[in-house]
């Protein structure tokens, strides 16, 4: 599964790929903690059709985009994103995939 980028309506967009199951989307207003991210992350590792490597380029894009360190949990403390900040960390990368993103910006994927 390959995870589209929807600034306008501040979704991540699961698109199928060739022979897999339908899609999925996540809401970006329900990742405004870290708790919330991670509790994220829980659900897809648990879902069956979810491979490790889908999963670990789902964490990987979310990080390159969203930055986690630096605005969830810097200095090991949990820190809370506005709706506004990640609608401003999302909007150059609208419309795109995250993996595509990662590979720009020099990531393996």
């Not at 964490?59 to 506005?82: A, K």
Request: charged fraction near 30%; hydrophobic fraction near 40%; glycine fraction near 10%.
């Amino acid at each position: 599964m390959r995870w589209r980028v929807n600034a306008k309506d501040l979704t991540l967009v699961g698109v199928p790929e060739k022979g897999e199951a339908g899609g999925y989307w996540l809401d970006f207003r329900r990742m405004l903690t870290s708790a919330q991210v991670l509790d994220w992350v829980a659900q897809l590792s648990g879902k069956l059709w979810m491979s490790p490597r889908d999963l670990g380029l789902l964490v990987r894009g979310l990080d390159v985009v969203l930055h986690f360190q630096e605005m969830y949990c810097g200095g090991e403390v949990d820190h809370e994103v506005s709706e506004a900040r990640i609608r401003k960390l999302l909007q150059p990368v609208h419309g795109r995939f995250l993996d595509d993103v990662c590979k720009e910006r020099g990531y393996s994927v």
